[in-house]
């Protein structure tokens, strides 16, 4: 594709050579000690490739006679080919240069940098040398209020575990010690209070553990007190009691029981005993009844059947005759190789169910078939 191209305009070296708009864009910015050289190589790169394509320009190829016009045409295209690899050559060199240049002031940003780098890492470390010793004085008062609020801490903590160094170190020592009396008062105050709740939870324990293996021991009983009742607080004789009331309370329960089972039972057994005798009895009369409905639906069924055999026979027989009567009358109307073929093709033989897999069977069905096939094929001669 053909570059625009325009006029380079006035710099401090002025470009004589008609440059791509692209390249001359950044040839205005090579800096002045340099621009005398790229302009020369750029004038000798475009220079030659411009002439050269104003000279093929100004070819004209119209027809295939225009044999002169085509031969120059080809020597201008080998003459641009040469050019480019010409221009080729001399740009990488100057590259090579241009690249070699970089990685020489790459070189010296790096030492440049590098050399800051440790500067300001050995400064700073010498600084914080002379920093410690001019602070000495600061340092030891800093490290003898820490081990004060240390001690202060590790003492507070006795009564309280969760308090931090900022709740003691602001503390004059007068402070300190009346916030530490207050501390160890609440610590034990509370050290009595859970001792308290302690016994108390113990003595619970034991009451629901008494209560429970009372309740064990009488849940047959279960249905005589109430849910909500608790053994706990009672004493073994009243506990005894209750228990022997209980008893009592069960077996008279139990002989009661017993007596409406028995009622029931022979109530149930006479119950039993008159279903059975109903059922033998229904079961007698629908085994009758069931006897007469077959033997009646079995008459009907055989009547049923026999209409129905004599309406079928007479319904294929009649569909029978006329498919012959169609079939005789097509196939007198078609030509003689037309009914020959008819004939040929309703032929056929089906091995039966018991012999498919007979040798014999398999070679006579074979041989039929051949016959159908030779038979086609002198019908198809005629």
């Excluded at 570059?3 to 708009?21: A, D, R």
């Excluded at 029978?320 to 056929?348: F, G």
Aim: charged residues 40%.
């Amino acid at each position: 594709m053909k570059k625009k191209t325009e006029k380079t305009e006035k710099t401090v070296t002025e470009i004589t050579v008609v440059l791509p708009e692209e390249v001359q864009a950044l040839a205005v910015q090579v800096p002045e000690d340099k621009q005398k050289i790229i302009n020369e190589v750029l004038s000798v790169t475009f220079g030659k490739i411009t002439t050269l394509e104003t000279e093929i320009n100004d070819i004209s190829v119209t027809n295939i006679t225009d044999t002169d016009a085509m031969k120059l045409a080809k020597e201008k295209r080998i003459a641009v080919k040469n050019a480019r690899l010409e221009a080729s050559k001399l740009l990488d060199l100057k590259r090579q240069e241009v690249q070699q240049e970089m990685a020489d002031y790459q070189l010296q940003d790096k030492l440049l940098l590098k050399a800051k780098q440790v500067m300001e890492i050995k400064c700073k470390a010498i600084e914080e040398a002379a920093e410690y010793k001019e602070k000495f004085t600061e340092r030891y008062i800093a490290e003898q209020k820490l081990k004060r609020d240390l001690e202060r801490l590790d003492k507070a903590r006795k009564f309280r575990p969760d308090i931090t160094i900022e709740e003691v170190e602001a503390f004059s020592d007068e402070l300190y010690n009346f916030f530490l009396d207050s501390l160890k008062k609440e610590y034990e105050a509370e050290q009595e209070r859970i001792k308290k709740a302690n016994e108390e939870a113990i003595k619970e324990q034991e009451r629901q553990r008494l209560h429970r293996e009372r309740l064990s021991s009488i849940k047959q009983y279960s249905q005589f007190f109430d849910v909500d009742s608790f053994f706990g607080d009672m004493s073994q004789n009243q506990f005894a009691s209750v228990v022997n009331d209980l008893r009592t309370q069960k077996e008279k329960y139990d002989h009661e029981q017993a007596e409406i089972k028995k009622r029931a039972e022979e109530a149930e057994k006479a119950r039993i005993e008159a279903q059975k005798k109903e059922r033998i009895e229904r079961e007698k009369r629908k085994a009758i009844e069931k006897e007469l409905k077959d033997k009646k639906a079995a008459e009907q069924k055989a009547l049923a059947d026999a209409e129905n055999a004599r309406k079928e026979k007479e319904l294929m027989e009649r569909l029978a005759a006329e498919k012959e009567t169609k079939r005789l009358r097509d196939l007198a109307k078609a030509p003689v190789k037309e009914q020959l073929n008819k004939w040929v093709d309703d032929m056929t033989i089906v091995i039966p169910q018991n012999l498919t897999e007979n040798e014999m069977a398999k070679l006579i069905f074979g041989t039929f078939n051949k016959f159908k096939n030779w038979a086609k094929k002198e019908i198809n001669i005629l």
